[in-house]
């Protein structure tokens, strides 16, 4: 099977896989070469068109000022207006917000939505803010990005450390500002706001339906399946209950602190219902092991739902998984993606498996455009049929190019926006 040009694995490649734009950019170039198109379509989607660095002040509690900077990125309009979500979190950089736009593009394309991809952030940390604190961030990142943002420019969706009723503030404070433009502007809002059911966890439900197609084509049952989620956040713990009541036996889970293991099954109701705000579970016990310890376990299905660069050239060799999903964004490097390509395993990649929020985010703004709002079943289902028929393309695609998941999946993503460019007569 063949892959990317130069991932040999060794220290030099395996840093720069860790370089979540880099390693990006690598996997455009070589997907855009094998769909025939030159260097200057590269150079137009290698980097976003538009990046927005603000930097606006907040009042604290205590009455002092701190100043924060957020960033929007706007990867590529020549489908249509962009879409991503918006992350608050103390590592957020440009590079990390220019390479997810790149991602939500690829998401937006392998799902036929239509979108361009967008991203933004504010460095901050919401953990050690008030609620009050995080209202004043978020309806200031608001002001400083409106003149770029709007439902037929560019749609936000909550990310990392934001939610709802951030998306709540968010919409309250643009409707000041925009008043004819809302509620489309933004998405995973409350339903009372406009939101549409089946939001929150969409992303899990995604994942899931991404786990039962790859099962079919390993020929593997989910009745009894050994699978092992990393994170028990919002994505890993609807997707560990989804898994649990598909009669799966969840044999480990971790959250920040650590990790749990049970070779008969986790109960993952009692530990759903023991879990603080953050997801965090594992403090609660004694006999755990170490989220390193968790990735290698012995399992038939592993999915990363924490954070980027978990299985790397240093463990992919002892990952003992049939099937690795990526809930998480870039959980697995370039080159661990090749070595497991190598043994067999199927690695269902990012921009497919946790595309389920944006495609109910873009359910969200159709039915905020159309004034008509379905039922969650209705949501579920077309969910399902738009996931689905996404794996069956990346698949299939898969085998006709003899690559991995990984760049069968860009290939989809990438040759609309890259068609779309072309028609335009932008390159």
Same mark, same amino acid.
């Given at each position: ?10 220290? &030099? ?25 030159? /260097? ?44 991503? *979500? ?111 059911? *089946? ?19 390993? *020929? ?28 799966? &036996? ?42 390193? /310890? ?23 060799? &002892? ?56 039922? /969650? ?46 028609? &335009?007569?932008?390159?």
């Amino acid at each position: 099977m063949e892959t990317y040009p130069g991932t040999e694995v060794d220290k &030099r490649v395996e840093a720069d896989n860790l370089d979540v734009l880099s390693s990006t950019q690598q996997v455009i170039r070589e997907a855009l070469h094998r769909l025939g198109y030159d /260097e200057q379509m590269f150079e137009l989607l290698k980097e976003p068109i538009r990046v927005l660095t603000v930097r606006f002040p907040v009042r604290m509690d205590d009455g002092s000022v701190r100043v924060f900077t957020g960033y929007r990125a706007q990867h590529n309009d020549a489908v249509g207006p962009t879409k991503g *979500g918006i992350r608050l979190h103390p590592d957020v950089n440009e590079d990390e917000i220019r390479a997810l736009s790149i991602w939500m593009t690829v998401k937006c394309g392998i799902a036929n939505l239509p979108y361009g991809g967008g991203k933004g952030g504010v460095a901050c940390d919401p953990r050690h803010m008030s609620f009050a604190e995080i209202e004043r961030l978020s309806r200031a990142y608001v002001r400083a990005i409106s003149q770029i943002v709007g439902p037929a420019k560019d749609i936000p969706a909550p990310d990392v450390f934001s939610n709802s009723q951030t998306m709540a503030w968010m919409l309250d404070e643009y409707s000041h500002l925009r008043e004819f433009d809302s509620p489309g502007f933004i998405t995973g809002k409350p339903v009372i706001l406009g939101g549409s059911r *089946g939001r929150e966890s969409a992303t899990a439900r995604g994942v899931a339906i991404c786990i039962e197609e790859a099962a079919k084509v390993k *020929g593997l049952s989910l009745e009894g399946a050994r699978v092992v989620i990393q994170g028990f956040g919002n994505a890993g713990s609807y997707l560990a209950k989804f898994m649990y009541d598909r009669g799966a &036996r969840v044999v480990g889970i971790s959250d920040a602190y650590g990790a749990l293991y049970d070779e008969n099954g986790l109960d993952i109701p009692d530990l759903l219902e023991r879990r603080d705000s953050f997801g965090t579970v594992t403090k609660l016990f004694r006999d755990t092991i170490t989220n390193r /310890e968790l990735l290698e376990l012995d399992c038939d299905i592993l999915v990363p739902a924490a954070i980027e660069n978990q299985i790397t050239a240093e463990n992919a060799e &002892r990952v003992r998984a049939s099937i690795v999903v990526e809930a998480a964004n870039g959980p697995t490097t370039l080159a661990a993606t090749k070595m497991l390509a190598n043994r067999g395993v199927l690695v269902v990649p990012d921009v497919l498996a946790n595309s389920g929020g944006v495609i109910v985010s873009y359910f969200e703004w159709v039915q905020n455009n159309q004034g008509d709002y379905w039922s /969650e079943e209705v949501v579920q289902r077309r969910l399902a049929e738009v996931m689905s028929r996404s794996f069956a393309t990346v698949y299939e695609t898969a085998r006709r190019y003899q690559v991995d998941m990984r760049l069968a999946a860009y290939l989809v993503g990438v040759r609309r926006v890259a068609e779309a460019a072309r028609w &335009r007569g932008w390159v």
